[in-house]
């Protein structure tokens, strides 16, 4: 009988030990769920309005939004109907059917019925109208870019595109691609 316990004693220890490493792996980890987390947003805005103001305390620029929903397991943010105004001069404006914020909010990818609208630095200037199926905006550095076709309309002049890169501070918009449009000038009488 003596022969027999010594036996079992690394046995009993053994499942003692394992009884131990289950209890204590239950309780560093918790509850935890297994798996992948699911895609389900922890908030949501309705009805959005949202300024950014600089250091002076003017307005830089406004977001309009249908609504706002933020995804905690990927840390993104989506936004349909966006409305986006710089305030500075000359004033621009961007619409979309919907954006996708990453993670810091220093990209944003537009997406659907893009229309961007700078307007004229005068009111007697007609505003410049983009529009595209996508863009990528860098909001704090005030430019955006695309690889997808392009419309470019100022008055009645019209200019087509494969992509383009923007920059709102500078004003200035590079088209790439095979570049095709119709460009109008004002004449004027001569006396």
């Known amino acids: 009988?003596?022969?027999?316990?010594?036996?079992?004693?690394?046995?009993?220890?053994?499942?003692?030990?394992?009884a131990l490493t289950f209890w204590l792996s239950q309780v560093i980890q918790g509850k935890a769920p297994r798996g992948p987390l699911r895609h389900d947003p922890d908030y949501w805005v309705e009805g959005l309005q949202l300024s950014r103001f600089d250091i002076n305390g003017k307005l830089q620029h406004t977001l309009i939004a249908e609504k706002l929903m933020h995804y905690p397991d990927d840390d993104t943010t989506i936004v349909t109907e966006p409305h986006l105004?710089?305030?500075r001069?000359?004033?621009?404006?961007?619409?979309?059917?919907?954006?996708?914020?990453?993670r810091d909010g220093k990209e944003i990818d537009l997406v659907d019925?893009?229309?961007?609208?700078?307007?004229?630095?005068?009111?007697?200037?007609?505003?410049?109208v983009l529009e595209t199926r996508t863009l990528k905006v860098f909001p704090d550095e005030e430019k955006g870019s695309t690889d997808d076709p392009v419309v470019l309309t100022r008055g009645a002049s019209v200019m087509h595109g494969s992509g383009l890169e923007t920059d709102n501070r500078t004003g200035i918009t590079v088209m790439r691609g095979r570049v095709t449009g119709t460009l109008h000038r004002n004449r004027t009488k001569t006396p």
Request: net charge neutral.
């Open 1 to 18: 009988m003596k022969n027999r316990a010594a036996s079992m004693f690394p046995v009993v220890m053994l499942l003692l030990l394992a």
């Open 85 to 87: 105004t710089y305030h």
């Open 89 to 102: 001069l000359p004033m621009l404006e961007i619409f979309a059917s919907t954006a996708y914020i990453g």
């Open 113 to 128: 019925d893009v229309k961007v609208i700078r307007h004229g630095a005068t009111d007697d200037l007609p505003p410049t």
